[in-house]
């Protein structure tokens, strides 16, 4: 039982470089989140799905677009990476927005340096 | 969802109970008490949860007090694994998680 897996575990991208983030969870989760955490700081939701087929925004979306492409997966999208944007991603996936449904399992994370 | 107050860090000795405590003092009824924990370079890990009587698990308790202003978490019997930043979070169940800076516990040999 894998959990929530992302790949790439590393990358580095050059400024204006787009990439794609992906997130995989074999829970059976209706919700998935990205977040990011930036060093020495808590973690800031970027974007999440409630449910299959919906996304909306977190508190900072901004130069990232989502798409829930199925149950199980919950990509993130760079289109022009920026300096700003280098920080470390986790993907999170829950039941349901529910209480006691609505524990969220984290991935290993995804570390990002723009240059 | 209510502001939460903890310490940025405390030190335990291996083998002794880990007592971290949080402040929300704007909780509100609908509001539950989540605490997580972040093992150096991994993603969270849940760790409880509460609304207003306490809860333990194999993992830890969470001692809320009755007028559910403050609450502790407690790990009875702390391991040099448990070194970690923790994150005490209020939210109402449909909410999301906000993540503060938490606190750096440190278990000492």
């Known amino acids: 039982n894998a959990g929530v897996t992302q790949t790439p575990k590393f990358q580095v991208l050059k400024t204006g470089q787009s990439m794609t983030l992906q997130c995989a969870q074999d829970?059976?989760?209706?919700?998935m989140y990205w977040y990011r955490q930036d060093p020495g700081m808590g973690l800031r939701l970027i974007y999440y799905?409630?449910?299959?087929?919906?996304?909306d925004k977190g508190e900072v979306p901004n130069g990232y677009n989502v798409s829930r492409l199925n149950k199980r997966e919950f990509s993130l999208r760079l289109e022009s990476a920026a300096p700003s944007q280098t920080s470390v991603y986790f993907c999170?996936?829950?039941?349901?927005?529910?209480?006691?449904?609505?524990?969220?399992?984290f991935g290993a994370g995804t570390r990002l340096s723009v240059l | 969802d209510a502001k939460t107050t903890q310490p940025p860090s405390m030190d335990c000795a291996e083998g002794r109970a880990a007592n971290l405590p949080c402040n929300h003092s704007t909780i509100s009824g609908n509001e539950y008490v989540y605490w997580y924990r972040q093992i150096h370079s991994q993603g969270p890990q849940y760790i409880i949860h509460?609304?207003?009587n306490n809860e333990t698990n194999e993992m830890a308790s969470l001692i809320i007090t009755e007028d559910r202003k403050s609450s502790t978490l407690i790990l009875p019997h702390a391991t040099l694994r448990d070194t970690a930043v923790y994150y005490c979070i209020v939210r109402t169940s449909g909410s999301r998680l906000t993540f503060g800076e938490g606190t750096q516990l440190t278990v000492n040999p």
């Open positions: 509460g609304l207003k």
């Open positions: 999170a996936s829950s039941e349901a927005p529910g209480v006691g449904k609505n524990i969220q399992y």
């Open positions: 829970m059976n989760h209706n919700s």
């Open positions: 799905s409630a449910s299959e087929g919906t996304t």
